[in-house]
């Protein structure tokens, strides 16, 4: 943690004195730049052509998870939480491999890869928990329930939480518990009763897209269980049917374990987990390599899907899917260091156990 408090004072009194002053917008190649001269960094930075970021629209559309806790945006961060009140006792632990990585397992033919877009709406906690649950029901019925997940039904559906404008982790998983969700695949696709309901737009995706207008998309309407989808032949089929969790827990490290122990040890039996996080402004000019954040400055929370981990000289690292389209990092992954809770990332962890005796197998392909 001496590091990073280190690199963050840092930057401080070299000649970046922007970076410490309050501001609405950032130039995209400064803090590229940046990341990129240090010789001693472990990722790579890339603009994606954006000359310029309005801050306050990339929080609030391309993010989308409300942490419960209080930050200042305008407010360089001046360390993140210690592990220590996690759990840093090394504990006995159950062997592990030392890399494993559910997207390119060849443990399941379940579509775990599969990288989403939220587009310009912040349903980043929606859209994470849809594709995690989504390969949990897959992976534990060993790919019988092999179906697509609809995050814009949870999106819409969700009433305690705020659509396109945030969610709560925990009000998510406590509605996929009650409530659950139906089938839906990516926008416009024939896959699922009701496909993401918004358009892709935005930085991250191809040219030959229609640009994004620099709004939020609104929360589109909750149909309930409606299939909604032209593409596909729900005629027969007017209703989806709906997939629950039983229960689902926090990931929390105790006396006898670590928090990151246990993470891998529920990815590794269950498959993929949520995390919540706390997103800096270098975050999203990640390119490839092992993200440590080197710019304290915090944009807003953002929920991910972790698949995995691994090491490479000597850095621990998560691997884990964002859903800013397969155009952003490597191939729509990030892989950010482990074992040290930087921005939060092992202290708002999720996973859910499948209710798969109630749920239907293969009505919805
Ligand atoms: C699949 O997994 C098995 C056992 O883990 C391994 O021995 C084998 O090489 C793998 N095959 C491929 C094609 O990756
Ligand atoms: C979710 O469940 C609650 C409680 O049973 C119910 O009042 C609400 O209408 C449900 N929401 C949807 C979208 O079905
Ligand atoms: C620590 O957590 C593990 C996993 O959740 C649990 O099985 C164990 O009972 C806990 N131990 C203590 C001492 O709380």
Redesign the pocket.
């Known amino acids: 943690m001496t590091k990073f408090i280190f690199i963050s004072l840092l930057m401080c009194i070299v000649p970046f004195a922007v970076v410490c002053v309050p501001r609405k917008k950032i130039i995209s190649q400064e803090i590229v730049n940046l990341i990129n001269s240090d010789q001693k960094s472990t990722w790579e930075a890339d603009t994606y052509g954006i000359k310029e970021v309005n801050l306050e629209i990339f929080s609030q559309n391309y993010l989308g998870t409300i942490l419960p806790f209080k930050y200042d945006k305008n407010k360089e961060m001046e360390k993140d939480l210690s592990q220590k009140e996690y759990g840093t006792l090394k504990a006995k632990e159950e062997k592990l491999p030392a890399y494993f990585n559910w997207a390119t397992t060849n443990k399941t033919n379940c579509p775990i890869g599969r990288v989403r877009d939220q587009s310009n709406c912040g349903s980043c906690w929606a859209v994470s928990t849809a594709s995690a649950m989504q390969d949990r029901f897959c992976i534990q019925s060993k790919g019988k329930i092999n179906v697509d997940f609809s995050s814009g039904y949870i999106a819409s559906c969700d009433k305690l939480n705020y659509g396109c404008n945030g969610g709560y982790m925990y009000l998510v998983y406590d509605f996929l518990k009650k409530n659950g969700t139906i089938t839906g695949g990516d926008y416009d696709s024939d896959s699922g009763c009701q496909p993401y309901p918004v358009r892709p737009c935005g930085p991250f995706v191809d040219s030959h897209k229609m640009p994004c207008v620099y709004r939020s998309a609104t929360t589109p309407k909750c149909r309930k269980k409606k299939c909604s989808n032209d593409w596909h032949p729900y005629r027969e089929e007017p209703e989806s049917k709906t997939y629950k969790y039983k229960e689902w827990t926090s990931i929390r490290g105790?006396?006898?374990?670590t928090t990151e122990y246990?993470m891998r040890k529920e990815i590794y039996e269950n498959g993929p987990i949520t995390a919540g996080f706390l997103v800096y402004e270098d975050f999203m000019f990640y390119k490839k390599g092992i993200y440590v954040p080197k710019y304290y400055w915090a944009s807003g929370g953002h929920a991910v899907k972790i698949v995995g981990w691994g090491e490479e000289n000597n850095i621990n690292y998560w691997i884990v899917q964002n859903s800013w389209s397969d155009r952003w990092g490597e191939n729509g992954f990030f892989r950010i260091i482990r074992g040290t809770n930087a921005c939060y990332f092992e202290s708002m962890v999720n996973a859910g156990k499948p209710d798969i005796k109630n749920s239907d197998y293969n009505v919805h392909k």
């Open positions: 105790n006396i006898s374990y246990l």
